[in-house]
T-cell receptor, first 114, second 113 residues
């Protein structure tokens, strides 16, 4: 596609439920990133994929968070047993390759846990 | 480890006056540096990037930034602010050995008529 696509754009879920957030990167981009942005703050790194593998998952806050990218393109961020503190905008980005290229960001998924 | 400091959480300027948004970084290796802008309810858009070429970098919409290694700074400037520049601005660092992009806390720019 023309840009990074994230679905859904908004998600409201009840505390304790499971959610999946989807990211379609720019075609041909091998690197994919997930970030979380809380209100009034800068994006915080969660996980980085190079191809199908998670090259760096050091930003995942706990074991309730998990992400996959099985075919090296689309990625899904999965959150189990959601908590109200998980409410944030989840951003996905892709870049052509590791190195000095910039990341292109999607519009984000606004997750609200009630 | 990499980190970014944006010294001002909020900057307010009058339309037509210069803009200065300050950024200092910490990086173990030779960094790549970026400025992104985020308008309300919009995605992050790249303004400009420094990747070890010219130290003065020109970006979109009249913005530019200068990489100063001795000061570990990458301040963003624009000669004349426009109302449409009102947004949140993020300075971002990435080690050339690193993988992820580390964001600063952001500076909210307000432009007064």
């Amino acid at each position: 596609g023309a840009g990074v696509s994230q679905t859904p754009s908004n998600k409201v879920t009840e505390k304790g439920k499971y959610v999946e957030l989807r990211c379609d990167p720019i075609s041909g981009h091998t690197a994919l990133y997930w970030y979380r942005q809380s209100l009034g703050q800068g994006p915080e790194f969660l996980i980085y994929f190079q191809g199908t593998g998670a090259a760096d998952d050091s930003g995942l806050p706990n074991d309730r968070f998990f992400a996959v990218r099985p075919e090296g393109s689309v990625s899904t961020l999965k959150i189990q047993r959601t908590e109200r503190g998980d409410s944030a905008v989840y951003l996905c980005a892709s870049s052509l390759a590791p190195g000095d290229t910039e990341a292109f960001f999607g519009q984000g998924t606004r997750l609200t846990v009630v | 480890a990499q980190s970014v400091t944006q010294l001002d959480s909020h900057v307010s300027v009058s339309e037509g006056t210069p803009v200065l948004l300050r950024c200092n970084y910490s990086s173990s290796y030779s960094p790549s540096l970026f400025w992104y802008v985020q308008h309300p309810n919009k995605g992050l858009q790249l303004l400009l990037k420094y990747t070890s070429a010219a130290t003065l970098v020109k970006g979109i919409n009249g913005f530019e930034a200068e990489f100063k290694k001795s000061e570990t700074s990458f301040h963003l400037t624009k000669p004349s602010a426009h109302m449409s520049d009102a947004a949140e601005y993020f300075c971002v660092v990435r080690d050339n050995y690193g993988q992820n992009f580390v964001f600063g806390p952001g500076t909210r720019l307000s432009v007064l008529p």
